[in-house]
T-cell receptor
Framework: KQEVTQIPAALSVPEGENLVLNCSFT??????LQWFRQDPGKGLTSLLLIQSSQREQTSGRLNASLDKSSGRSTLYIAASQPGDSATYLCAVASGGYNKLIFGAGTRLAVHP | NAGVMQNPRHLVRRRGQEARLRCSPM?????VYWYRQLPEEGLKFMVY????????ESGMPKERFSAEFPKEGPSILRIQQVVRGDSAAYFCASSPLIRTVLPPSGANVLTFGAGSRLTVL
């Protein structure tokens, strides 16, 4: 049974710091892995998607890596800003369709 | 394109009442997924539907919960005889295909709605 764990559960940093959020999964037979952002009371915004054959994806100040063999992914946020404050969710797709298994999230607070 | 529309955004019910949550997928999307997010937890898969078919309901509680996606109209998640433990945010997501070949930029596979927040008193 696929399980997804995210560390740390919460993080508070001053503006400008570079951050690393961690995600681990128990079954390496995944189709893809996604990182989402969730703002309080809002829906989910997809940030990056890494296919199982890829090692990393980049979008602006965000970079996500995937190591399938070790069951790990990291989300790197460069030069953090207060607007980055949100909960970041990691999710893996293991099946033949878009059935995602989510981690519990990392709650990020970036203070000025 | 208005995206995935969920309503109501907020719903309050007393124990024993029924809750109906609606989800209109993005235009052209024929696959709908429902997820539940309990307070301070991640999203948990509930059910995957195509038009007029339930494909995977492995995450649905065996009793009181049902889902449908009719040929016409929105997908509906129905919770009968609600209890306090049903209080949660219910998210709907839609996709156009079962499996999508994506460009390297990492575009969305699923598009999520803003959620319906159910409070049971």
């Amino acid at each position: 049974k696929q399980e997804v764990t995210q560390i740390p559960a919460a993080l508070s940093v001053p503006e400008g710091e570079n951050l690393v959020l961690n995600c681990s999964f128990t079954d390496s037979a995944i189709y893809n892995l996604q990182w989402f952002r969730q703002d309080p009371g809002k829906g989910l915004t997809s940030l990056l998607l890494i296919q199982s054959s890829q090692r990393e994806q980049t979008s602006g100040r965000l970079n996500a890596s995937l190591d399938k063999s070790s069951g790990r992914s990291t989300l790197y946020i460069a030069a953090s800003q207060p607007g980055d404050s949100a909960t970041y969710l990691c999710a893996v797709a293991s099946g033949g369709y878009n059935k995602l298994i989510f981690g519990a999230g990392t709650r990020l607070a970036v203070h000025p | 394109n208005a995206g995935v529309m969920q309503n109501p955004r907020h719903l309050v019910r007393r124990r024993g009442q029924e809750a109906r949550l609606r989800c209109s997928p993005m235009k052209g999307h024929s696959h709908v997924y429902w997820y539940r997010q309990l307070p301070e937890e991640g999203l948990k898969f509930m059910v995957y539907l195509q038009k007029e078919n339930i494909i995977d309901e492995s995450g649905m509680p065996k009793e009181r919960f049902s889902a449908e996606f009719p040929k016409e109209g929105p997908s509906i998640l129905r919770i009968q005889q609600v209890v306090r433990g049903d209080s949660a945010a219910y998210f709907c997501a839609s996709s156009p295909l079962i499996r999508t070949v994506l460009p390297p930029s990492g575009a969305n596979v699923l598009t999520f709605g803003a959620g319906s927040r159910l409070t049971v008193l």
